[in-house]
């Protein structure tokens, strides 16, 4: 089946550094892939869509500036969090559909646990 | 807009026990409707979806019903088991989105 595999899943950084996050699809190609951000209390809020070839959409309350999306191929996506602060401090977790939107399948990847001290 | 809220957690129950967590939507139009489960330390999985009023979404003894006349899509099973612990999101999308919308999960517990 479709395997969405994130790097690192594990990150603890220094306030003030940048930490990237990859999302990459091992088996298909994605042209949309979105980012989410998961609190402490498990909610799960989307961050971003990942357009390949193109600037990402970003939802409203998320600042472009602070969390760099860029999507340079049919498998991979990047987040950078730039400048992070404790307050960054989050579960990153990233999806893509396998295929058309329409397939109706969207996959995960196991997500990325940022620490930021 | 689109939206989907269900019950809040933590639930706690015995194994054994029958299931339900209730999902309601917000939407324009037929959406699809799914239920996603995060094991502890894992992403998310699908769990299983409808994507019409009246069908029916079942995996591993969990069913969840399309509802349109009361816009909900409850989760349940008859038997609940330890292994069956972990966050349970009900989710929606619209036919002319590309993006899932979440509902804030909700834990379950299963105590031995």
């Known amino acids: 089946g479709a395997v969405v595999s994130q790097h690192p899943s594990r990150v603890i950084c220094k306030s003030g550094t940048s930490v990237k996050i990859e999302c990459r699809s091992l088996d298909f190609q994605a042209t949309t892939m979105f980012w989410y951000r998961q609190f402490p209390k498990q909610s799960l809020m989307l961050m971003a869509t990942?357009?390949?070839?193109?600037?990402?959409?970003?939802e409203q309350g998320v600042e472009k500036d602070k969390f760099l999306i860029n999507h340079a191929s049919l498998t991979l996506s990047t987040l950078t969090v730039t400048s992070a602060h404790p307050e960054d401090s989050s579960f990153y977790i990233c999806s893509a559909w396998q295929g058309a939107p329409g397939a109706n399948v969207l996959t995960f990847g196991a997500g990325s646990r940022l620490t930021v001290l | 807009g689109n939206s989907v809220t269900q019950m809040e957690g933590p639930v706690t129950l015995s194994e054994e026990a029958f299931l339900t967590i209730n999902c309601t939507y917000t939407a324009t139009g037929y959406p699809s409707l799914f239920w996603y489960v995060q094991y502890p330390g894992e992403g998310l999985q699908l769990l299983l979806k409808?994507?019409?009023?009246?069908d029916k979404g079942s995996n591993k003894g969990f069913e969840a019903t399309y509802r349109k006349e009361t816009t909900s899509f409850h989760l349940e099973k008859g038997s609940v088991q330890v292994s069956d612990s972990a966050v349970y999101f009900c989710?929606?999308?619209?036919?002319?989105?590309?993006?899932?919308?979440f509902g804030s999960g909700t834990r379950l517990s299963i105590r031995p």
């Open positions: 409808a994507t019409k009023a009246d």
């Open positions: 990942s357009n390949e070839g193109s600037k990402a959409t970003y």
């Open positions: 989710a929606l999308k619209h036919s002319s989105a590309s993006k899932i919308i």
